[in-house]
């Protein structure tokens, strides 16, 4: 099973590269794959390729339903 959650590009980089940022981690992704990516916006990233870039609204709803679920986890 995989998980990808959306993840912050914070950085354009050379050779179709971009600097992401999720939850503070932050790692170098390919952008072959993605058209028209920019500072700003939030793409969703599997094994190094941004695969498509997410509405940024439902970025934040996706980002703060994972958060909620790893509070939820903490405390069980």
């Known amino acids: 099973m995989c998980l990808a959650l959306p993840s912050l590009v914070t950085e354009l980089l050379d050779g179709d590269q971009a600097k992401v940022d999720l939850g503070g ?6 952008l072959a794959l993605v058209d028209g990516v920019a500072v700003g916006d939030y793409v969703i990233v599997h094994v190094g390729y941004a695969l498509t870039k997410v509405d940024p609204a439902e970025a934040e709803k996706t980002l703060a339903l994972w958060a909620e679920m790893q509070e939820a986890g903490a405390t069980a």
């Open 25 to 30: 981690v932050t790692k170098a992704v390919s």
